[in-house]
């Protein structure tokens, strides 16, 4: 943290502790907070007890947030459960986002999904490293606090994880894209290897260090993928005719021996391949942006997910109360490479910016 | 080695000094061989020689094997011309088979391809242990040589890999499932992100480990798949029309919010990618199989491609000459778990086995 002070450790609770519970269970004891936890089945809880991600077994009516780490099914009843028990912060870690925020709907709840996971699931392949360098999505909206999207992003940050703000919708749209409709092609491929495998018993032993990569995905645990394909049903079943599209595309390339174009479209690939965004970086070079913020509803969300838009990586961020009434500011350092085109959107927007260097 | 004597040190020629080409140099040296070799590019030949995969830039008539590494489009005439070029075995490492057999047709010739490679083309990525457990498939025919085949399988197993042995055709068919349209798939997957990024600049942020893992084949130079998609366009094409089916009868399960078809399929994509065979392992338990083979052509192809179907690892085979005319012993060691399914399929095919176990 560059801004203000690293954010005191708190309580926590988990509701679900499994790998991703049990992983922010692990990381935030390790930095120093107080973590109760529970599970629909006591014996996990009892594991993660055990495995050193909760200090106690049970809920916490004075924590400071609640991490619903349930399947996605569960995440609205137990959401709401939590907001109801106390007056802490709650936020989830499903991997899908719009039916539950229109569920949960409350200033204290911020939607949120690691972009992260492993293929050992359950609280024996947790660790407190986890989320390190990885994106976390938080699905801001109209109604969120700004305070309590500020401090979700903080105790985000402390997890080690890099916040991107997104409407629930489009993180739908788009983890369709890299998440799920490739997991869904994963198994296809492997199930085809598979079928072809009975006839041809070496086949599977020509399987070399590419597919063994494009299939791992695939030795996950299947329970988790009927409601994040019933919830995200639209984007999925877009994104499937997509892809059947472009595959479609691609035989007819190969069948009529088209050299440029298939070289064109691999040439393509390739250069998407090797700009993929590396985790962030902490830059060397920071500015600090600082937008007065109206008492407009979703102004946080509205200036975070535009900073998204962007892809300017905001490495901090802050509410500074006015003394004078309902006005804040929004304190955030940002890239400084960044800094210009950011303030000429945020002027676009309606607010007015100001921007400073921060001294190294 | 567990058979006879570690193979002799001899000398290589390696024409095309790329990633195989290099890793099979420096392997090579590194086991007390003598090699020479060349490159369309006299540069890369030049870096070759920098790097240590090679003793001197060119040819050698004397050499006991030639490994033919270039792009798969200049490998017949290039095993034709060492082939003229001397006595020595010559083999190639193409991705493709059934077109390079075909077009060399040469009892000296033994056709090849390592399951291995790396993102990181060029000489500069090679390595003495690219091979090391990887297969190797070998596709001898009724015209090869089964002295010459026993011998290009013993200069692998000194490369570290170990060898599986196809028809040329059946090698096509199996690697289009494996890596040719798994490769197509991950470039098309990363051209829909690429697309939809284009929109949703947050979208690349987003993609986690398992969209990284999916993809990673697509950072590869593209420049051996035009000729890969065309002398194997019949399996290609045949394996993407059945993705693109699976793909759409994936596409109507989620659309009809079927979750138990679902699970099935995922379940049994998880099943096959855990059961994934891992690199051949050495075992503890050997039994050597005798096979009296008569002066027919083919007959090592045939045993070997049957142990293949069969999925028995032959660890070691050698080619024991009868003193009394042209008959030969196949000398081959396996697993004795494999023994018996082994010995009555050849049996069944007119061999007459004998099988003991090995003293350990």
Same mark, same amino acid.
């Given at each position: 943290m560059v801004l203000g002070q690293p954010p005191t450790p708190g309580r926590a609770v988990i509701v679900g502790t499994g790998l991703i519970g049990g992983s922010i269970g692990m990381r935030l004891r390790r930095e120093g907070w107080y973590v109760t936890g529970r599970d629909r089945d006591p014996a996990r809880a009892q594991r993660a007890l055990e495995l050193g991600?909760?200090?106690?077994?049970g809920d916490d009516p004075d924590a400071t947030i609640t991490f619903v780490a349930t399947p996605v099914r569960a995440v609205a009843e137990e959401a709401r459960k939590a907001l109801a028990a106390g007056p802490g912060l709650v936020t989830d870690v499903g991997g899908v986002k719009a039916s539950i925020v229109d569920a949960v709907d409350d200033p204290r709840f911020v939607g949120g999904h690691p972009m992260a996971g492993s293929?050992?699931?359950?609280?024996?392949?947790?660790?407190?490293?986890?989320?390190?360098g990885a994106t976390w999505v938080l699905t801001p909206t109209d109604g969120t606090d700004a305070e309590a999207y500020a401090q979700v992003r903080q105790i985000v940050g402390t997890l080690g994880a890099e916040t991107v703000a997104l409407p629930p919708d489009r993180h739908d749209e788009l983890v369709a894209v890299v998440s799920h409709v490739p997991h869904l092609t994963a198994a296809t491929l492997m199930r085809l290897a598979d079928a072809r495998s009975v006839e041809h018993r070496a086949l599977l032993r020509l399987a070399a260090g590419g597919f063994r990569d494009m299939t791992r995905?695939? &030795?996950?645990?299947?329970?988790?993928?009927p409601d994040i394909c019933n919830d995200n049903r639209a984007a999925i079943v877009e994104v499937l005719d997509q892809l059947i599209e472009a595959l479609r595309d691609m035989r007819e390339v190969v069948a009529a021996g088209d050299r440029d174009a298939l070289l064109a479209a691999l040439e393509q690939a390739r250069a998407a391949r090797v700009n993929l965004?590396?985790?962030f970086r902490t830059a060397a070079d920071l500015s600090e942006v600082r937008v007065p913020v109206p008492?407009?509803?979703g102004a946080v969300a509205d200036v975070a997910i535009l900073a998204a838009d962007l892809d300017v990586n905001i490495v901090d961020l802050e509410i500074a109360h &006015?003394?004078?009434?309902?006005q804040g500011v929004l304190v955030m350092l940002i890239e400084t490479g960044a800094a210009e085109e950011f303030r000429r959107a945020l002027v676009g927007r309606g607010y007015r910016p100001a921007v400073q260097p921060v001294e190294g």
């Open positions: 991600a909760l200090d106690a077994v293929e050992q699931d359950g609280v024996d392949g947790a660790t407190p490293d986890l989320f390190q995905v695939a &030795s996950g645990h299947p329970g988790i993928w965004p590396a985790r008492d407009r509803p &006015s003394t004078e009434g309902p």
